[in-house]
């Protein structure tokens, strides 16, 4: 990584964790995995700027709202405009906030926004790619737990009979959202690791109904 990189990245994790909260889904670690999966997805964009995806990586999370808030698609606009706030103050160049500004609002699958820029596009893939795999999986069932969803439908944990509903069963969130990700991808490298992570997801949730005890033939 580029020097700039190396001298900003501690200063950004201060400044990122200064305002975390007890959501153990989006904590320090979280950045840092994000951060990882953004730098994947440089090696094949070398011409985005490392030090704006790094920023707007560490920095996305600002405000963190929970996902059954009613404002929670305004959360990453708040973040963005904190974080260029934050930034300027720490003489972050001020050429690259605008920037920052956009792959932040641009990152959240609720704000449903398109990030226009190479930068933009790798973090929104990045933070999307902690969702899914092994960890996004703890991170599913953590999150579900704090919004008091059941881990699955008694009698139906596969929804073959009734609507699919991720606020009452954790387990329905798997083909609610997750298993769209890839298809949502703006990185062939990035579309490439969330289909290999979903892989983990769906062979869990197969093998989740079989042991859940029911009659639950796979779809």
């Known amino acids: 990584m580029h020097d700039s990189t190396t001298q900003w990245r501690p200063r950004l994790v201060v400044l990122a964790t200064a305002s975390l909260g007890d959501d153990s889904a989006h904590d320090i670690n979280h950045l840092h995995r994000v951060w990882r999966n953004a730098g994947v997805l440089l090696e094949e964009h070398l011409e985005a700027d490392a030090l704006v995806v790094m920023a707007a990586c560490y920095l996305h999370d600002l405000v963190n709202l929970p996902k059954n808030h009613p404002q929670r698609h305004l959360a990453s606009r708040q973040a963005a405009v904190l974080a260029c706030r934050q930034l300027a103050e720490q003489g972050f160049p001020e050429e690259k906030l605008a920037a920052v500004a956009h792959a932040i609002e641009t990152h959240s699958f609720s704000a449903d926004l398109t990030p226009n820029t190479i930068e933009a596009q790798i973090v929104q893939d990045a933070d999307r790619i902690d969702a ?16 008091g969803s059941a ?51 769906l062979d869990f949730r197969a093998t989740f109904a079989e042991e859940w005890g029911t009659d639950t033939a796979s779809t």
């Open 151 to 201: 881990l699955a439908h008694g009698s139906d944990p596969l929804a073959l009979h009734r609507p699919l509903d991720d606020k009452a069963y954790s387990l329905d969130h798997i083909v609610t959202k997750l298993d769209k990700l890839p298809g949502k991808m703006r990185t062939a490298a990035g579309r490439a690791l969330a289909e290999r992570r979903l892989q983990i997801l």
């Open 132 to 147: 899914l795999g092994a960890v996004g999986l703890a991170r599913m069932f953590y999150t579900a737990a704090r919004m």
